[in-house]
């Protein structure tokens, strides 16, 4: 086991937008320091009016994740640096039956029309055993090319690509 933080969750695609009404959503835009061949990911993310600098580490489904917060000064001095390796996205924060939280992001700019929906959980075995509802659409979590990491990079042809297969 390690002492690190863990971050345990599932990322799917959708088809169309399930029924938002009255589910809060925030603009977030996030860019990478550190550039796509490597393992480990230096992400910058303003979330609102909220800055934070994340360190992700490993592949799939269980990866470490430790994240501090920085000022909008901080935030604005390091982010020339994320240049070319940039996600916009709203983040809609919602309950699934059964109280499990989800993500919905509405990907902007180059990314859009790109829809996704992440489920974090508390264990692999959870998140072995969950059964999404059917507005989810293919099952992305092992697939790296959907990690927003690689998206960041994704100019609109190679999404339109991505998106037919």
Known sequence: MTDRPLEIE??????DLPDLNGVPRV?????????????TEVRLRQSGEDY??????????????REVTITAEQFEALWPETAGRRVEKTR????????LAF???IYSGVLAPLLTVEVE?????AAEAFSPPAWFGKDVTLD?????????VM???ALVELMRR
Do not use: M, W
Not at 27 to 39: F, H, K, S, V, W
Not at 52 to 65: A, C, D, Q, Y
């Open 10 to 15: 599932r990322k799917f695609l959708l088809d």
């Open 27 to 39: 603009e977030i835009r996030q860019g990478y320091i550190t550039a796509l061949q490597d393992t």
């Open 52 to 65: 934070f600098l994340s360190i992700k580490g490993g592949e799939g489904l269980v990866r470490t994740e």
């Open 92 to 99: 809609c924060k919602g309950r699934l039956p059964g109280g």
């Open 103 to 105: 993500d919905l992001d």
């Open 121 to 125: 959980f508390s264990s692999e075995s």
């Open 144 to 152: 790296k090319r959907y990690r927003n990491k690689a998206l960041a």
């Open 155 to 157: 100019g609109a042809d």
